[in-house]
């Protein structure tokens, strides 16, 4: 039903938007038939990529293609909304017809409009976010930790090296314990992240890394996923877990896309003296959050929603999740479902945020483990 949805739906708004700008262009119809076409085959381009059909094309033109057709998508929602506005204007006579029909001037407004506004986003996109987070437990810890959080990079044709070299940089300005990464790491293809040799610029980072799995990894390829991050010296855990300083394990789960995933694992006492670590659950996508609450989980890291990327499909995500960004707390187990660092698409980010979390872990009594650090 929602694949039926995500492809009728696209042809209705092209077919709207296509009668709009017909009408309203002053212009010979060889002019308008080439802006709809320019249009249409842009919004195409979307399409090829889900299949992609871009890794046989050189990588410079590759990238073009993919920035283009994921823009369109953006673009077309944006023009749909305020042509609907003008429409729903006309019918209740705030809108004189005169606008809409064979008129420069609005045709002019439209574009200055769209350009600020994507402009915007694109600059707003550019611009992460430092995000705060203060984790207190009753339970020992063999010191305080600062933890760097993050999910959703979307490496690949979109999100090429050098954006990655700049977030490596600003994860490394932090000077971490470990860092997490709550699945998505890879876009789609693994080929311009092997072309552009990105599993080098993941081992610049200067701590541990621990990954889970996401969609997308699945739409790469698990066999390559698992190939780029033993290259990036990313620890992926896959239903497992691996325990710091005997006083912390970090549980990552398969995504939700492998429907015979196991189960939240319940936190079981492999600290010393039979005591509890403090756990931490990497979960992609933040579906179920009582389950982990149920397992005992102090913490669970997730992202997957993007937050919508662009206002308003934020409030279907809003609507959609238990929680679809932010700060979260069930019972005893705290949440964090990350907006991303990266994105999918267009580089746009209107009323959400691209983000990295810096966490601090600390316990609410001082205690320490004897004999550690």
């Known amino acids: 039903m929602w694949m039926l949805l995500f492809m009728v739906l696209p042809l209705i708004a092209v077919a709207y938007l296509s009668w709009h700008v017909w009408v309203l262009l002053p212009m010979a119809k060889i002019w308008k038939a080439f802006v709809i076409l320019l249009g249409v085959g842009s919004f195409l381009l979307l399409f090829i990529n889900f299949g992609r059909r871009f890794d046989g094309l050189p990588l410079p033109v590759a990238q073009a293609f993919y920035e283009i057709g994921t823009s369109s998508l953006f673009v077309m929602l944006y023009l749909v909304m305020l042509f609907l506005v003008l429409d729903l204007g006309r019918l209740v006579r705030l809108v004189p017809r005169s606008w809409l ?11 200055v409009a769209m350009v600020g506004v994507f402009l915007y986003g694109n600059i707003h996109y550019k611009n992460k976010v430092r995000v705060t987070l203060d984790l207190k437990t009753d339970k020992p810890l063999a010191h305080d930790y600062k933890i760097v959080m993050m999910s959703d990079l979307h490496i690949g044709y979109h999100n090429p090296r050098r954006e990655l070299a700049r977030w490596v940089d600003l994860v490394n300005a932090e000077h971490p314990d470990f860092i997490l990464i709550a699945g998505d790491i890879i876009d789609g293809s693994i080929r311009p992240l092997i072309e552009e040799r990105m599993a080098e610029e993941f081992r610049r980072l200067q701590a541990p890394v621990y990954a889970c799995l996401g969609n997308h990894e699945y739409y790469s390829g ?4 698992r190939q780029f991050y033993r290259d990036a010296g ?5 239903d497992d877990s691996v325990v710091v300083d005997s006083s912390i394990v970090i549980i990552g789960r398969d995504d939700r896309t492998n429907m015979r995933r196991n189960v939240v694992p319940t936190a079981s006492p492999t600290a010393p003296g039979g005591t509890l670590p403090y756990s931490i659950l990497l979960d992609h996508q933040p579906y179920n959050l009582d389950r982990t609450e149920r397992a005992g989980i102090d913490f669970q890291l ?4 993007h937050r919508g990327q662009v206002w308003p499909i934020s409030w279907i995500t809003d609507a959609i999740y238990e929680c679809s960004w932010g700060s979260y707390q069930r019972g005893n187990t705290r949440y964090y479902i990350s907006s991303g660092i990266g994105i999918w698409g267009g580089k746009f980010r209107i009323g959400t945020q691209s983000e990295y979390v810096v966490a601090t872990l600390s316990s609410t009594d001082g205690n320490r483990k004897a004999g550690l650090r």
């Open 234 to 238: 990313i620890r992926l855990l896959i």
């Open 101 to 111: 029909y064979q008129n420069g001037w609005t045709a002019a407004a439209i574009l």
């Open 302 to 305: 997730s992202g997957h929603t």
């Open 222 to 225: 698990i066999p390559e996923a």
